[in-house]
């Protein structure tokens, strides 16, 4: 059974570039959330998506932007990129919607902005 | 807002115990998590209390205490491969996940 899987596993893009990450959650997850973990911090949280909606948002810019397929499968898209995104993305998945409490997180996209 | 507080180091040695706090504060509370991470990986998965006491599982503990906001993970039986962050969590709605610092775990020989 896969766990989540995030590609790319490492990017390097220009300031002012568009970069758009990949999760497939685990098998039987349909709620996805992604995070920006900075070097040194704990992760902070963008947003999750489930029935293909964004459902909640954390502090960030609208450069930050996602979608969720049919098959659960999610994208994370960051426009006009600064230097401060750099940092690891993960994606983490749950089960069940509402009722689970336990994540299952990606190994992450470490992107470089230069 | 949120605000979780642990520290940002701690050291022990092989086969002792050792216990990482956290304090939160949150305008909504659902559950508090703990996570494991190493370098380089996913962070995984360790505990979640929703209620007041005590959860156990195998060498690590967490509890909680609602009207303390506080709560605090217990390692016992230290092992090198426990060296890693360590990171609180609070659920403050359904979907939401807000972590602490982390705490860096130091296991010696």
């Known amino acids: 059974d896969a766990g989540v899987t995030q590609s790319p596993t490492h990017l390097i893009k220009t300031r002012g570039q568009q970069v758009t990450l990949r999760c497939s959650p685990k098998s039987g997850h349909d709620t996805v959330s992604w995070y920006q973990q900075a070097l040194g911090q704990g992760p902070q949280f963008i947003f999750q998506?489930?029935?293909?909606?964004?459902?909640q948002r954390g502090n960030f810019p609208d450069r930050f932007s996602g979608h969720q397929f049919p098959n659960y499968s999610s994208e994370l898209n960051v426009n006009a990129l600064l230097l401060g995104d750099s940092a690891l993305y993960l994606c983490?998945?749950?089960?069940?919607?509402?009722?689970?409490?336990?994540?299952?997180f990606g190994q992450g996209t470490r992107l470089t902005v230069v | 807002g949120q605000s979780l507080e642990q520290p940002s180091e701690v050291t022990a040695v092989e086969g002792a115990i050792v216990q990482i706090n956290c304090t939160y504060q949150t305008s909504g509370f659902y559950g508090l998590s703990w996570y494991q991470q190493h370098d380089g990986g996913a962070p995984t998965f360790l505990s979640y209390n929703a209620l007041d006491g005590l959860e156990e599982t195998g060498r690590f503990s967490s509890f909680l205490s609602r009207s303390d906001s506080y709560g605090y993970l217990l390692l016992q039986e230290l092992q090198m491969k426990d060296s890693a962050s360590y990171f609180c969590a609070v659920s403050s709605s359904a979907r939401q996940l807000t972590f602490g610092s982390g705490t860096q775990l130091t296991v010696l020989p």
């Open positions: 998506y489930y029935e293909e909606e964004e459902r």
């Open positions: 983490a998945s749950k089960g069940g919607a509402l009722g689970a409490t336990e994540a299952f």
